[in-house]
């Protein structure tokens, strides 16, 4: 005998399939799906590993600082101040022999 009550049925979350995602923890490719939880947030999760992540735990990660090395001094990434001209050392265009 089950423990539910007669009559209920709990509902199937549908589950998508998210092509070309890649797991951030196994790196599998086409392993990955999507679903809403109980609290109606969206999770991801890969089917090969079962790593999972809801979308609020996303935007943490996403809004994490930058860490401090030595291209990043700031903790922020350098940015170029637009296209320079590259020169090449030993490369003489103008002569010929």
């Given at each position: 005998?089950?423990?539910?009550?007669?009559?209920?049925?709990?509902?199937?979350?549908?589950?998508?399939?998210?092509?070309?995602?890649?797991?951030?923890?196994?790196?599998?490719m086409d392993r990955t799906v999507m679903y809403k939880n109980d609290d109606d947030e969206?999770?991801?999760?890969?089917?090969?590993?079962?790593?999972?992540?809801?979308?609020?735990?996303?935007?943490?990660?996403?809004?994490?600082?930058?860490?401090?090395?030595?291209?990043?001094?700031?903790?922020?990434?350098?940015?170029?101040?637009?296209?320079?001209?590259?020169?090449?050392?030993?490369?003489?265009?103008?002569?010929?022999?």
């Amino acid at each position: 005998m089950s423990d539910t009550p007669s009559g209920f049925t709990p509902k199937k979350k549908p589950r998508r399939f998210i092509a070309g995602a890649v797991c951030p923890k196994c790196s599998e490719m086409d392993r990955t799906v999507m679903y809403k939880n109980d609290d109606d947030e969206e999770v991801r999760e890969c089917i090969s590993c079962g790593f999972s992540q809801t979308t609020s735990e996303q935007a943490v990660e996403d809004n994490a600082q930058e860490l401090v090395t030595r291209v990043t001094p700031d903790g922020k990434p350098l940015l170029d101040e637009g296209e320079q001209p590259l020169k090449i050392m030993g490369l003489d265009l103008g002569k010929k022999n």
